[in-house]
């Protein structure tokens, strides 16, 4: 996929699967506010990735009203370990340059498999999205969103829920739609 086509997939999950199945309850307001960033990393081998990583830091520094960015790596990732291993020199990137504290990361991946889970549950849709992405958020406004809501330490468990009430095809069929695939 180029660019383009990445980009507009993300943004198809993000609203059909993020905020259309509410698997973040914090989402929706940053997408209709249209504070949400979408970049791409170039680079295929995790230098170039983090170069994008700390660009798009000081973007967020300069742009207070861009609330998150989703940073998507669609080339030299596809192996989920991988991937994990250029999510942990990430965060430790962010503490090194001193964002810790202001910046988090989440990170989402084609095959997200959490930890405890059995292969093929759905409860790793709740994570999985059509490339692999490092999401920077800010930890403040976080800390607020997670403030305001009811049951924040219910919600990992609400989309896990969720997720398998939906089912493994179902939710194979959406991260397909999102790619622009045939079902």
Not at 49 to 74: K, S, Y
Not at 150 to 160: D, H, K
């Amino acid at each position: 996929m180029n660019d383009a086509a990445v980009i507009a997939a993300m943004r198809a999950w993000v609203e059909t699967v993020v905020v259309g199945e509410n698997f973040c309850p914090f989402a929706r307001g940053v997408l209709a506010g249209e504070r949400l960033r979408y970049a791409v990393a170039d680079g295929r081998d995790p230098e170039a990735v983090l170069q994008t990583l700390v660009a798009e830091c000081r973007h967020l520094d300069a742009h207070p009203g861009t609330e998150t960015t989703l940073l998507l790596i669609p080339r030299g990732f596809d192996d989920f370990d991988a991937f994990l291993d250029l999510t942990a020199l990430a965060d430790d990137l962010l503490e090194t340059l001193g964002y810790a504290g202001t910046y988090q990361l989440a990170h989402f991946h084609p095959r997200y498999r959490f930890a405890d889970s059995r292969p093929d549950d759905p409860a790793d849709y709740t994570n999985r999205a059509p490339v692999p992405a490092l999401h920077l958020l800010r930890e403040a406004s976080l800390a607020r969103a997670v403030d305001a809501h009811p049951e924040p330490q219910g919600i990992p468990q609400r989309n896990v829920a969720h997720a398998r009430r939906l089912g493994l095809e179902h939710l194979r069929a959406l991260l397909a739609r999102c790619r622009g695939e045939e079902e």
